[in-house]
């Protein structure tokens, strides 16, 4: 796994320009951003739960090649206001429900980022709608895997789907590796 120091800079300049709300920790965005650069040329990045957009700002500046779309509940987020004002041509948010988004859904994704509501109701909901819209070897991340004494974060649950199951490949770098990430790794194989 690389790190990113340049990108973690400018991210968290980022965060300070515009007061937005910090969504990572520095292996959090060197991991996603591992994941990223594995997208084809032209290809497609989904985020479910974008906030203010210091995530999915990060994924559009570091690739300025591929598609990335957001998704959140919460229109009175700021990011596409930033979204400008960073001169970014190739990211946008949608402002509904993930659900409601992934029923219309009709383009192939090759990275779906799920960092929306972490209630493991919520979690299944996402990865039942968006997984057909997922390509095969393409990937899910999702954030906040490590957190099993909060209520609220219970995206950890979601191991025992995917463990052993030869369908899909799990990779949890916290556990596989010294790294200090929150994010579990998903790669669709079919
Ligand atoms: C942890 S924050 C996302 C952080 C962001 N990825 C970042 O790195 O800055 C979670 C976001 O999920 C959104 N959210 C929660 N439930 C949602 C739902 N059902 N559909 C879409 N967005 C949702 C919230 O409004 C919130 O902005």
Redesign the pocket.
Known sequence: MKSFEKEWKEYNDRLTKYSM????YDWDLFTLLNYVEKIPKNGSYV??????????IAVAKFRPDIECLG????SN?PVNNIITSEGITNAQVTF????NVSKSWDWDIDLL?I???HSIP?IFYDTIGWLPRVKKYGYMLY??YESPGNAKFEVYKLKNVFEDHSKYDLYIPSEKDIISTSMMIVQKLW
């Open positions: 709300s910090k969504g990572m985020e479910l739960g974008v906030s203010d957009g210091s995530s999915l998704v959140d509940v919460n987020s509904d429900d993930s659900c980022f960092d929306g509501d919520q954030h906040d």
